[in-house]
């Protein structure tokens, strides 16, 4: 089979090669599932472990990437013909940061996994493939943010990045979960698509910008019960005593400012007493182990016509290069899909 592989610590153009001849796995043993992968989608979290874990850390081979689309192949021989999975049904899901660390990821043909331990959930019908890739981790991201911050109806939600991976399905699920408004931060270029998932007003970062400024001016008088940062901007935490109730939340799973500052601000945010100079507001920042459950939820949200991957394109398998440049660009649009094969042989 084909797979991406990688044998040294680096960017994705300095160490992914296109393996043609891997050995595809199975037949499953008595727990596992094979499954066909036909979509696999990028995230910013796989290049960065990509770049920093060094090889006796990892395996040689290691295939990148967590997400996928793509049909059962083959059932492990305990693995009831009265269970939920059935040869040939589509599914979506991730793999988990464990088994990129342990070699395993989705940029290849085939994925034998134990099927008590993968996240998955039926594709429902209507769904694309190439959408439904795009769903798990991003989605399940978005999911935790909203459940963490505990929305209610008729909250007032800020959403930070809101044309990326993760917070265009922020902005959808906030609204699926009963927000009464819910304000996108993006570029100007992304003004309509945000608009089209769902917001009330859109802000241009860089129209008005500092944009923290801005939002402290404009909502001082209205202020939001929720802020929903997918890019971890601190200047927008440290401004949000102006603009987020005292009641409220600032969630935060970015790290776009560099993993070194992230850690460093999220020990300050969640530690620093008030009486030391703390931002008296409730902030929260964590890493997001996804689960079957919330991608049925997902599912659930797709099936009622409340949620949609957006996807900026999809990519050859052999164009991954071109997929990464986009990613790294930090200006995708939703999720960045690579076609792995046909749904068909
Ligand atoms: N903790 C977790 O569990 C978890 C899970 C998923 C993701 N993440 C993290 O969350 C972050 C976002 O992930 P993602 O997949 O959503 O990324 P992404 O899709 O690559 O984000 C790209 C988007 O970010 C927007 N953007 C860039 N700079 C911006 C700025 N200064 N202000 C507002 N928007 C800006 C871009 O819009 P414009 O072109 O309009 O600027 C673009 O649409 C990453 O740091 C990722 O590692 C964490």
Redesign the pocket.
């Known amino acids: 089979m084909r797979a991406w592989t990688f044998s040294q610590r680096g960017m994705p153009r300095k160490v992914l090669t296109l393996s043609a001849n891997l050995p595809t796995p199975g037949p499953p043993g008595p727990s596992q599932l094979l499954i066909r992968i036909t979509h696999a989608a990028l ?3 796989c290049y ?1 472990v990509m770049s920093i874990i060094p090889w006796p850390f990892r395996p040689k081979n290691s295939i990148p990437e967590l997400d996928f689309a793509g049909t059962i192949a083959g059932l492990g021989s305990a693995i009831g013909s009265s269970s939920r999975f059935k040869v040939g049904a589509k599914v979506f899901g991730c793999l988990s940061m464990k088994d990129m660390l342990a070699g395993k990821g989705t940029l290849t043909e085939y994925i034998c996994v134990e099927a008590t331990e993968i996240v998955i959930a039926a594709v429902p019908d209507g769904l694309e493939l190439e959408q439904a890739a795009g769903f798990c ?2 989605g399940i ?1 978005a999911l ?1 943010m909203v459940q963490r911050a505990g929305i209610k109806d008729g909250d007032r939600v800020l959403v ?8 265009t399905m922020a902005v959808q699920i906030a609204r699926a979960m009963g927000a009464r408004v819910v304000v996108g ?3 100007g ?2 003004v309509e698509l945000v608009r089209s998932l769902g917001v009330d007003e859109v802000i241009d ?2 129209v008005n910008h500092p ?1 923290d400024k801005y939002i402290a001016q404009q909502y001082s008088d209205h202020p939001f019960d929720i802020v929903l940062d ?4 601190q200047d927008l935490f440290v401004s949000s005593p102006k603009y987020l109730k005292e009641s409220g939340v600032f969630v935060n ?4 400012e560099g993993s070194l500052w992230t850690i460093w601000c999220v020990m300050q945010n969640k530690m620093r007493p008030r009486i030391l100079g703390g931002v008296p507001r409730r902030y929260d ?4 182990t996804p689960d079957s459950a919330s991608a049925e939820i997902l599912a659930g949200f797709a099936r009622d016509g409340k949620l949609r991957a957006v996807v900026d394109r999809v990519f050859k398998m052999e164009d991954v290069f071109e997929a990464y440049d986009l ?1 790294l660009s ?6 960045i899909i690579i076609k792995i094969q046909d749904l068909d042989n």
Do not use: E, H
């Open positions: 995230n910013p979290a960065m981790g991003c991201s935790r930070n990045g809101a044309s990326g991976g993760a917070g931060i993006c570029s270029r992304n970062y860089q944009v997918t890019i971890g901007s799973i970015g790290s776009y920042f964590f890493g997001t990613l930090k200006r995708a649009r939703g999720k």
